[in-house]
């Protein structure tokens, strides 16, 4: 079982509709990212989170410690939110990041 | 632009070729990280930096991948006799030192590797 799973892989949706990316995660796992890679494979870091919810514009993160699964809401989604979003877990004492597979998303206008 | 910058962007070269990379992170950020990226996959942990320091390696990275961090600022990643199964992207990134909580992770655009 990978350290970081997400879901779905790839996900369609048409302009103003409500997005939702799941991610479960394992133990050792401490600070939870959502990440957004474009074509051409820059990645940026959208949330980072220990607890809690946090929003940003018409983006919105979850984390359940509990239950060790965060998800990443899109609002009113628009053509230029199509991307790559990608779960990742700070692990051990480095930090270093323990990736998701990523889940491909595609608005229409 | 996140401010971290790699060189080059892309390279392409044939099997059994050596190949360096160059990652310039931000300034004051003292910890680095090199991850690859194959395709539709996401990426993975290669080595990290604390400083100058090399403190933790991936078991990826085999005898073949060598990275260095002189003076704790840029950071060279070197695949010697490359094969290609090497073929991937290559990202570095780095972030502040914290004390108290956990920062986050600067990407830059990464280097994709093509091995002919």
């Known amino acids: 079982k990978n350290e970081v799973e997400q879901s779905p892989q790839n996900l369609t949706a048409q302009e103003g509709e409500f ?12 600070a939870l990212h959502w990440l957004q890679q474009h074509p051409g494979g820059g990645i940026v870091s959208l949330f980072m989170l220990s607890s809690g919810k946090k ?11 509990q239950e060790k699964h965060s998800s990443l809401h899109i609002t009113a989604s628009h053509p230029r939110d199509s991307a790559v979003y990608i779960c990742a877990g700070g692990k051990g004492t480095t930090d270093k990041l323990i990736f998701g597979t990523g889940t491909r998303l595609q608005v229409f206008p | 632009d996140t401010g971290v910058s790699q060189d080059p962007r892309h390279k392409i ?11 310039d ?32 390696k991936s078991r990826l990275l085999s005898d073949r991948f060598s990275a260095e961090r002189p003076k704790g600022s840029f950071s060279t990643l070197e695949i010697q006799r490359t094969e290609q ?3 991937a992207m290559y990202l570095c990134a780095s972030r502040a030192a914290s004390v108290r909580s956990y920062n986050e992770q600067f990407f830059g655009p990464g280097t994709r590797l093509t091995v002919l």
């Open chain 1, 55 to 65: 929003k940003h514009g018409r983006l919105i993160a979850t984390i359940n410690i």
């Open chain 2, 85 to 87: 199964g090497d073929s």
């Open chain 2, 13 to 23: 070269t044939k099997r059994g070729q050596n190949v360096t990379f160059r990652c």
């Open chain 2, 25 to 56: 992170p931000i300034s004051e950020h003292n910890r680095l990280y090199w991850y690859r990226q194959t395709l539709g996959q996401g990426p993975e942990f290669l080595t990290y930096f604390q400083n100058e320091a090399q403190l933790e």
């Open chain 1, 19 to 30: 997005i939702t990316i799941n991610c479960s995660y394992s133990v050792g796992i401490s």
